[in-house]
């Protein structure tokens, strides 16, 4: 329910200067009017993404292992990637990383969800797929990348999840659909 005291103010970009370009993202110092009032607000541009759930024929799913910078620690996260440009179809990013980091081919894919993983302040959107009659192709690592690829149960990754010990919203969040969707 919406407060009548707190109804949407309008809200309008007047100014946005880029302060960083890396190989992932822009960060820019946007100038913004909310309703006269002006003020900074902090902005990240990613191009996209799309993750892929691998299930296997006995039904555990693959997850890889890898150092997080961010977080000085190994995560155990859904194979992903960014889009290789932007307008690249998600489906076609996401067969991409499932090779790439797994080395499996899907036979099929199919949608599960959109994930925007930090609406604060970035526009990354990911596309996430339940990947199923997998076959094995072949491992490409990124030269940045040093994974470990490890087949779990689901109840024992939903475990991870109440004991917060699995973090990683994307995984999570595609994690919970699947089991949600699939009566899991």
């Known amino acids: 329910m919406l407060n009548e005291n707190n109804a949407e103010k309008?809200?309008?970009l007047i100014e946005r200067r880029e302060a960083y370009k890396g190989k992932v993202l822009t960060v820019y110092d946007d100038l913004v009017d909310i309703g006269g009032h002006r003020v900074h607000w902090d902005f990240i541009h990613h191009d996209g993404a799309a993750a892929v759930l691998p299930v296997l024929e006995d039904g555990r799913i693959l997850l890889v292992r890898q150092f997080r910078h961010a977080l000085g620690r190994y995560t155990l996260e859904l194979p992903a990637g960014k889009l290789d440009k932007p307008g690249e179809p998600f489906e076609e990013c996401a067969r991409r990383e499932l090779e790439e980091e797994t080395g499996y081919i899907a036979e099929q894919l199919e949608f599960l969800l959109f994930?925007?993983?930090?609406?604060a302040f970035m526009d990354e959107k990911i596309g996430v797929y339940l990947a199923q009659d997998?076959?094995?192709?072949e491992v490409h690592w990124d030269e940045d990348e040093?994974?470990?690829v490890e087949a779990w149960d689901l109840e024992d990754l939903k475990q991870l999840i109440y004991k917060g010990?699995?973090?990683n919203a994307m995984t999570v969040a595609a994690l919970m659909t699947y089991?949600?969707?699939y009566g899991k």
């Open 165 to 167: 010990e699995m973090t």
């Open 115 to 119: 994930v925007n993983t930090s609406v």
């Open 134 to 137: 997998l076959k094995k192709g």
């Open 179 to 181: 089991a949600a969707k």
């Open 10 to 12: 309008p809200i309008r």
């Open 146 to 148: 040093e994974l470990g």
